[in-house]
């Protein structure tokens, strides 16, 4: 935790973000609560996959959401 991420938009400003927290969930589970924020605060979270490949469902055993807060 604490890692920084930049993004910049089309008029070259950059905002940061600190890393808050880091959670694996299984495919099928329900991680709708990624996209929920009641602090008012902007996030950004970053979703990925991880884990093993599995070739018969053509998927990642894992998705890796990485929680984020605007500095």
């Excluded at 089309?10 to 602090?39: H, L």
């Excluded at 469902?57 to 959401?65: A, G, N, P, W």
Aim: charged letters at 35%; a negative charge; proline letters at 1%.
């Amino acid at each position: 935790m604490g890692d920084k991420v930049y993004t910049e938009n089309n008029q070259g400003v950059t905002t940061s973000f600190v890393v808050r927290e880091i959670k694996r969930y299984d495919p099928d589970a329900d991680a709708s609560s990624v996209f929920d924020s009641k602090d008012g605060k902007s996030h950004l979270n970053l979703i990925t996959c991880e884990g093993v490949w599995d070739d018969e469902i053509e998927s990642y055993s894992k998705r890796l959401v990485i929680f984020t807060d605007r500095e």
